[in-house]
């Protein structure tokens, strides 16, 4: 009788484990490449575990704070180097960035060649943060490269090499909003995208670090959106035109990661940059330009004052001003401004009256009874952001935490207008235009953009059309037709 081959049930059921704890492995190493290219930040957002979870469509509105860089020169930097010296020094830098995104709550969304995009779904202060962080491992990073390749003393006047030994230059937009995240594309090529005007600014403010010479420019939104602004050195830098908006917005520049001395050097001069600042794009440029030249006397490096020193030159020789030019006494009621709520708008057009009222009094000199117009401002004020509130906790609105937090900056803010204004510390011209910095473009901007999705999101409630959940099913199922 001849012994049987047939293995034996044991050795095949080992066989069956180890191929299955060989696909295992694989699937463990697909999902770890596959984390690499896809932010898990934004799988969680949504609501899934894994990509697998996810159906074409499937979106979410939240507000975030999203981050823009840039290495500065890299294109010159990069023809002295070959392509792997490119890629080394690419991949050592974005590594060393990612570690300062991620320990302050934000993830990074792409990369763009050399440029990242982050987002920050937890708070404002995380991105400003962050970017702090970035900065100072960018410095430590120099450093260290400095330390490592010192500049060879026979070679200290080839160009090209001087070039290759630059430190490493960035610059950070950060800009604070409400966000779409979602996944989109065809049937075979998807991915996970971010779509806003916050994402648009964010990537302005970044490109316009360059014209002033410094690494972290922040919007408005982001000022307003900060728990304790006064944690942070920051100052007023410039008021941009947004591409579809009326309304200008401020930018300011946070300083908290420029060298010591340099830092210092701008909180000490802040008063006098911001006032010269304002004078400039009033075109008073006899009082601009000796408070310029004094902070620059003061901080030599001061780039940003050196900018605004050159405009006023420029605009004595040539008549050409870089601002917005809409500075004025008034800010005229427009239909932009209609929120579509009847409670809410009728409450708008009375602060916004008493406000034109009171910066009227400012630009006269007429002081006599400004008292009762900034008392009433401030409670009329209060009520009108309780009123919103209430409707807000009631619905359970999705932005709350932001648009309070706006209502709360608006009434530190005016708390120090108003006694600015009470005690008359500033010139009238100055004080005219911190109303218009502050309360003409606050207004405008809160009402058309934060204001304007809070009463999108009554009316849809009252007919029935949005849940208190910010998650939206995907719609793969039941396309709309594009054509």
């Not at 180890?18 to 492995?25: N, R």
């Not at 307003?224 to 200008?248: A, E, M, S, W």
């Not at 004052?305 to 405009?311: D, I, V």
Request: charged share 25%; hydrophobic share 40%.
């Amino acid at each position: 009788m001849t012994a049987s081959t047939s293995p034996h049930p044991f050795d095949a059921t080992a066989s069956s484990l180890g191929e299955l704890a060989q696909v295992q492995e694989r699937l463990a190493r697909t999902e770890a490449a596959v984390s690499r290219f896809v932010p898990d930040g934004l799988v969680r957002l949504l609501g899934a575990q894994n990509l697998t979870d996810l159906r074409r469509g499937q979106h979410l509105e939240t507000t975030m704070t999203v981050l823009f860089t840039d290495i500065r020169n890299f294109t010159q930097q990069s023809e002295n180097m070959t392509a792997a010296q490119t890629y080394a020094f690419i991949n050592d830098y974005l590594g060393s960035m990612e570690p300062a995104i991620e320990a302050n709550g934000g993830f990074i969304d792409k990369f763009i060649g050399d440029a990242i995009m982050a987002l920050f779904p937890r708070s404002a202060d995380d991105a400003v943060q962050s970017a702090i962080d970035m900065l100072n491992r960018l410095e430590k990073g120099n450093e260290r490269r400095q330390r490592k390749q010192p500049l060879p003393a026979h070679v200290q006047h080839d160009r090209r090499t001087r070039q290759s030994q630059l430190p490493t230059r960035i610059g950070i937009g950060l800009n604070t909003g409400i966000v779409m995240l979602g996944l989109v594309g065809g049937m075979r090529r998807q991915e996970l995208t971010v779509l806003s005007d916050a994402v648009n600014l964010s990537s302005r403010l970044e490109s316009m670090t360059k014209t002033y010479g410094i690494s972290l420019l922040i919007s408005e939104q982001t000022l307003y959106n900060l728990h304790d602004p006064n944690r942070y050195c920051v100052r007023f830098v410039d008021r941009i035109r947004v591409k579809g908006k009326t309304q200008p917005h401020s930018v300011y520049e946070v300083f908290d990661a420029d060298l010591p001395a340099l830092r210092e050097g701008k909180l000490a001069t802040r008063h006098a940059f911001e006032e010269a600042v304002a004078y400039y794009h009033l075109k008073e440029i006899d009082r601009a330009e000796p408070l310029l030249q004094a902070c620059i006397d003061q901080v030599p490096d001061d780039q940003p004052a050196q900018t605004y020193l050159s405009r006023c030159r420029e605009y004595r020789a040539t008549g050409v001003h870089h601002a917005t030019g809409e500075i004025g006494t008034e800010l005229v009621w427009r239909n932009e401004f209609l929120v579509g709520n009847s409670l809410i708008d009728g409450q708008h057009q009375e602060l916004l009256m008493h406000i034109n009222d009171l910066a009227a009094k400012v630009a006269t000199g007429n002081f006599v009874g400004i008292d009762d117009i900034m008392q009433f401002i401030g409670r009329y004020a209060q009520m009108h952001f309780e009123t919103e509130e209430a409707i807000m906790h009631r619905l359970r609105y999705p932005h709350i935490a932001s648009h309070v937090q706006e209502h709360r900056s608006f009434t530190q803010r005016y708390l120090r207008l108003a006694d600015d204004i009470a005690h008359q510390r500033h010139s009238r011209l100055y004080l005219g235009f911190q109303i218009q910095l502050f309360l003409f473009d606050w207004f405008a901007n809160h009402t058309t953009r934060t204001d304007r999705y809070l009463t999108r999101f009554i009316a849809s409630q009252a007919d029935g059309t949005a849940t208190t959940d910010r998650l939206s099913p995907a719609s793969a199922d039941a396309p709309q037709s594009f054509f």
